[in-house]
């Protein structure tokens, strides 16, 4: 089950600022999510998971991004990988589980890689960036092309998912130097010639589509959802967890000055504070709402349409980018004090606005796709692109 507590997210908080200064998760965190079991919560129950219901999972990721924001990063991202993990061969399942149920999986899945066909599976050559608690996983899971017979990427362009153990790639030391997202630790990671087997495969169009759930084994209703309720709201939910740390941090450093200096608080400062809350609340809302509803959806053995997908992936987008614009209008009027290192809000403004930076957050292209589906002229290119 589920061990997430007040005690836990008050050591986890205390140890965000730890985080920053090592560029990775202290080895102290790491200890507390897997004591959490939050990693787990997609993973089946066959192979030492908890198969929660998938909304339970995003709501402990944005409890634990509102306290420690690098850490509920690297619990949304590192834990949906346990369930796109689960749409492959039971092999794979018992490689990665099998002695260690607690095992991590890191990304990414930008297709940055040659996956060169070869008898019983491929070979594997590439350099990836945005490994993100790559230092704390075991596996990793990545975005790869098909290659032809001489190395080069196959005509026309045939995506993949691989996974391969820790002992076939390397992870690059120095490569994680930025403003946000600081102690996620997302460092650049490479292949050189692995040997992956077929099993550990899976197309990506048969991911993105929803045909790899469709043809899971599984019986359980979590691993019959479409990749846009899982993967795109993992992240979301994280950055929302953020959004609510910041929110709940100014109302409470605002609340002790006006008990110190008694002094009345400038009116338009409550006001953006109380639309910030309202648009952070209304993003969390519409994001568990839509994935309640498409889960009861798969529950009932119904089609989740694409229309229906785009209009999620759309809530999403525009929540996200919402959420973050109107934490922004706060921090802006926070005063001096909130670039002080000492003080949390900046480590929640940062990291919210270099969350809000990943591709699923690209929203041109998930709008475009949403009116096209609603007037029926959408193209299976935009579709493809919205990863829907």
């Known amino acids: 089950m589920l061990n997430l507590n007040e005690d836990m997210l008050t050591l986890l908080q205390e140890q965000a600022a730890e985080a920053e200064q090592l560029g990775k998760l202290p080895a102290s965190t790491v200890a507390l999510l897997k004591e959490s079991n939050v990693i787990r919560m997609l993973q089946p129950r066959e192979f030492g998971g908890l198969e929660t219901h998938p909304n339970d999972f995003l709501q402990a990721v944005m409890a634990i991004a509102a306290r420690n924001p690098s850490a509920g990063w690297i619990a949304g991202v590192v834990g949906v990988h346990n369930w796109e993990a689960s749409l492959n061969d039971d092999r794979l399942l018992q490689e990665i589980w099998g002695e260690r149920p607690d095992t991590w999986i890191a990304s990414p899945y930008s297709p940055m890689g040659v996956a060169t066909p070869v008898a019983g599976g491929y070979l594997l050559s590439g350099r990836w960036t945005f490994s993100s608690g790559t230092d704390h996983c075991q596996w990793l899971v990545l975005g790869a092309v098909l290659g032809d017979e001489h190395g080069k990427p196959a005509q026309p362009r045939q995506g993949m998912h691989v996974m391969l153990p820790r002992a076939d790639y390397d992870i690059l030391e120095d490569t994680w130097n930025v403003v946000g997202l600081q102690g996620t630790g997302s460092k650049d990671v490479k292949v050189s ?183 029926g002229v959408a193209s299976d290119e935009q579709i493809q692109q919205a990863l829907i």
């Open 193 to 375: 010639n692995a040997f992956i087997p077929a099993y550990r495969c899976l197309a990506t169009t048969a991911v993105m589509s929803g045909e790899a759930a469709a043809a899971c084994q599984r019986s359980g209703t979590l691993y019959h959802m479409p990749w846009s309720s899982l993967f795109p709201n993992a992240i979301t939910a994280a950055v929302l967890g953020m959004c609510q740390g910041l929110v709940a941090t100014a109302q409470r450093q605002i609340r002790e000055r006006i008990l110190q200096t008694k002094a009345v608080p400038e009116p338009f400062m409550l006001t953006v504070l109380g639309e910030a809350a309202s648009e952070v609340q209304a993003a969390q809302a519409a994001m568990l709402s839509n994935v309640a509803a498409t889960y009861a959806l798969v529950a009932d053995g119904a089609e989740v349409s694409l229309a229906r997908r785009a209009a999620n992936r759309a809530e999403q987008v525009r929540g996200a980018g919402r959420a973050v614009r109107a934490i922004n209008e706060v921090f802006c009027r926070c005063g001096g004090g909130a670039l002080h290192t000492s003080s949390p809000l900046h480590r929640f403004w940062r990291d919210a606005n270099a969350g809000l930076t990943h591709a699923t957050f690209t929203s041109q292209s998930v709008y475009q796709v949403h009116a096209a589906l609603a007037m």
